[in-house]
């Protein structure tokens, strides 16, 4: 993906948190994205504690499509995955990732938020635990304030 695309996609995902945040929900959103890196083939927001929005995305896409075309796909997310959904990725066979914001930045927003103990552990870390050279882009200065404020606002009235 070039810069305009990575951007793009950030900003459909902040909206897929948008809209998750409207539904009730915290505000994550994911999209995967085709080899291409024009075409969104699937959208997730965030539905729990359990079920992040990469996550559910990702185990929907594996049942979806096979391990060479996912491999070729682009899961492109608001916050840095954390620990548990980087693994689903890496299981789901996603081979690139592009993120908005890290989740270390998240975590000083949220700070000790009993609805958000982040996990403190990068997603190049356990991705670099396994056999596959996942690809990592983030986080994309460019957007990032924009899914930050999302957070800001939402994290400081809960």
Known sequence: MNRTQVRQALRRANEVARRALDSGHHPFGAVLVAADGEAVV???GNVDAVNHAEAVLARDAAARF???TLWTFTLVTTVEPCAMCAGTQYWAHIGRLVYGMSERRLLEMTGN????????LPCREVFARGQKAVEVIGPVAEVEEEIAALHRDFWRRR
Request: cysteine-free.
């Open 42 to 44: 699937m959208e997730q």
């Open 113 to 120: 938020h009993a609805e958000n103990p982040t996990l403190d």
């Open 66 to 68: 096979d391990p060479e």
